[in-house]
Antibody, heavy 119, light 110 residues
Framework: QVQLQESGPRLVKPSQTLSLTCTVS??????????WSWIRQPAGKGLEWIGR???????NYNPSLKSRVTISVDMSKNQISLKLNSVTAADTAVYYCARDRITLSFDPWGQGTLVTVSS | QSALTQPASVSGSPGQSITISCTGT?????????VSWYQQYPGKAPKLMIY???TRPSGVSNRFSGSKSGNTASLTISGLQAEDEADYYC??????????FGGGTKVTVL
């Protein structure tokens, strides 16, 4: 069964770029017509959808983050990447990657990784 | 896009039924039957409980059911159990091809 694992720096300085990778195991990201999404959750708060990418390279982003976000896919490595630039403390959150199914629901999810923005 | 509106908390006694509402607009919840619900325990990743408004994934208890009327979707948990105490989030596809979540509802089993 497909499993997702987020990885990347846990601490990012303000104004710098947050970079995370989601590695997919148990299946190829190029099989099936899936999107792959990034979602975040500040401590004690709700979920916020960041954006998604299709294996074709087609992307959709949350309008509130669009100017700062880039999501890409590397099929050779079975990975999806997230870059969020010009970060502030408000970007401190647990970041999840999730498969975005044809039924437009998220399943499965990675375990999440906490990224803290601080100097 | 604005977050979908959910009650902050809902509680019930074991064995009772509770319903969590999720209110959006004609541009999201009301536009498509692509509402999904997620259960999240503290420190854990969310788990898909309902998709396409009413469908349960394999392995999810039939005590969980979903519905929708107009711009409001609902998740009902029947025969409430202690293990149902968690946070619940709704999500919807939007006319802009984006996704939006609700603010989350904390379910407490009394």
């Amino acid at each position: 069964q497909v499993q997702l694992q987020e990885s990347g720096p846990r601490l990012v300085k303000p104004s710098q770029t947050l970079s995370l990778t989601c590695t997919v195991s148990g299946g190829s990201i190029s099989s099936g017509s899936y999107y792959w999404s990034w979602i975040r959750q500040p401590a004690g708060k709700g979920l916020e959808w960041i954006g998604r990418i299709h294996i074709s390279g087609s992307t959709n982003y949350n309008p509130s983050l669009k100017s700062r976000v880039t999501i890409s896919v590397d099929m050779s490595k079975n990975q999806i990447s997230l870059k969020l630039n010009s970060v502030t403390a408000a970007d401190t959150a647990v970041y999840y990657c999730a498969r975005d199914r044809i039924t437009l629901s998220f399943d499965p999810w990675g375990q999440g990784t906490l990224v803290t923005v601080s100097s | 896009q604005s977050a979908l509106t959910q009650p902050a908390s809902v509680s019930g006694s074991p064995g009772q039924s509770i319903t969590i509402s999720c209110t959006g607009t004609s541009s999201d919840v009301g536009a498509y039957d692509y509402v999904s619900w997620y259960q999240q325990y503290p420190g854990k990743a969310p788990k898909l409980m309902i998709y396409e408004v009413t469908t349960r994934p394999s392995g999810v208890s039939n005590r969980f059911s979903g519905s929708k009327s107009g711009n409001t979707a609902s998740l009902t948990i029947s025969g409430l159990q202690a293990e149902d105490e968690a946070d619940y989030y709704c999500s919807s596809y939007t006319r802009s091809s984006t996704r939006v979540f609700g603010g989350g509802t904390k379910v407490t089993v009394l």
